[in-house]
């Protein structure tokens, strides 16, 4: 509560009382006013996280090892490379190393410019591929990796609506006409999550009563 902003905390996958609660990412009043978006590798202990560590208000994306917190963070993107352009909600694909993210110029300020989905191939190697944008969709938003590596679903915006639906497209396409939509209608979809088996989609929406009660709908 003293702090101003949150930290990223680990808990066993069965729970337990929140004061015994491990701190994986601690949030720094000097270096961070954004830190969040983890997300754990489909396997081991590596946790994905963002943050703007570096640059004020431009998060990156980061690796930590919550198996070993005494091991330093890695940093995806070097010094000096995407300058000014922000990587966020990241999610790692369920095969190899390869990480999908949404992209940002002017995040979170009035002029912001939404860049669509990129992918961060070999993200592990010191020197990765120059980034460039795998899904040119600027509506496209918080995808999810299927834990086979072979589909990424993701929100957008309805045409002429402020609400989201759910789309899936095969992970080797860049081509956003050949995405499928999997929701439709009036409701407001939004963080769609595979099944490990990949036969669902949970996702949160308020297609409940439209009055702002949101809950776990899954297809």
């Known amino acids: 509560s003293s702090d101003t902003g949150p930290s990223v905390y680990l ?5 337990g009382d929140t ?3 491990v701190v994986a990412v601690k949030y720094n009043a000097n270096s961070n006013a954004i830190l969040g978006s ?3 590798a489909p396997t081991g202990s590596l946790i994905l996280y963002h943050t703007d560590s570096l640059s004020s208000g431009v998060p990156l994306p980061w690796i930590r090892d919550a198996g ?3 091991s330093a963070p890695y940093r995806l993107v070097p010094a000096g490379q995407e300058i000014g352009n922000t990587y966020w909600n990241g999610n790692w694909s369920g095969v190899g190393d390869s990480i999908v993210l949404e992209s940002y110029r002017f995040f979170n300020s009035t002029g912001q410019i939404r860049r669509g989905l990129f992918k961060l191939k070999g993200a592990f190697n010191a020197n990765p591929t120059p980034y460039t944008a795998w899904l ?4 496209a938003a918080e995808p999810d990796w299927s834990a086979d590596g072979q589909f990424i679903v993701f929100t957008r915006k309805a045409p002429g ?3 989201r639906d759910l789309y899936i497209i095969r992970a080797g396409s860049s081509d956003k006409t050949t995405a499928v939509q999997v929701t439709r209608g009036p409701a407001d979809d939004t963080r769609p999550r595979f099944s490990s088996d990949g036969s669902t989609i949970f996702f949160i929406s308020d297609r409940a009563d439209r009055y702002g009660l ?6």
């Open 11 to 15: 808990l066993p996958g069965g729970g």
């Open 19 to 21: 004061t015994a609660a």
């Open 38 to 40: 983890p997300r754990f």
């Open 68 to 70: 070993n917190l005494a």
């Open 136 to 139: 040119n969709d600027s509506s």
């Open 161 to 163: 609506r402020n609400d």
């Open 214 to 219: 949101n809950g776990v709908t899954t297809t």
